[in-house]
């Protein structure tokens, strides 16, 4: 089996674990773990005091909530990303879409969006989808996952020339 580098984003406002809440940060800990038993290269891109299997590279902006804070770790996660893209085989993001934008364009990389909230915003999934098709030649277009919150269909939007 081929050892893969893969990158692991998440919303730095819980750390992975979380200490109590954060249904999501426990899926993103078993999902990491379980990627690096099986000998996979992984780098989570968390909140400061995550600690599991993955190296970590910390990231936020407390208190989270305010829109500079937002629009801080957007640029800390989509240029941390841009830097590493040349090392990375795949890009697991459970984190906002917009921090992937500064990567849409590579299609070398594989990039799978996770949702795991109630109401997966279709409208900025459709922008990022736009904004990828502007942004590569008709040849390099590549598939973007959009998987949804359970109970919603899940989505996988691929075009190709």
Not at 54 to 78: C, D, M, N
Request: charged residues 20%.
């Amino acid at each position: 089996m081929k050892t893969l580098n893969i990158a692991v984003t998440v919303d730095p406002m819980l750390p992975v674990p979380p200490v109590q809440y954060g249904g999501i940060e426990r899926v993103v800990e078993f999902v990491v773990n379980g990627l690096v038993e099986r000998g996979h290269s992984v780098t989570l891109y968390a909140h400061p005091e995550s600690h599991c299997m993955a190296t970590l590279v910390p990231y936020g902006v407390p208190p989270h909530f305010s829109k500079a804070a937002r629009i801080q770790e957007l640029w800390q996660i989509g240029s941390k990303l841009s830097r590493e893209l040349r090392h990375l085989d795949a890009i697991l993001s459970w984190g906002r879409l917009a921090a992937l934008l500064p990567v849409l364009p590579n299609r070398r990389v594989v990039k799978l969006q996770r949702y795991c909230r109630d109401g997966v915003p279709w409208s900025s999934v459709r922008i990022a989808l736009r904004w990828q098709v502007l942004r590569l030649p008709l040849p390099a277009r590549r598939v973007v996952s959009i998987a949804s919150s359970p109970g919603q269909t899940d989505m996988a939007a691929g075009f190709r020339a």
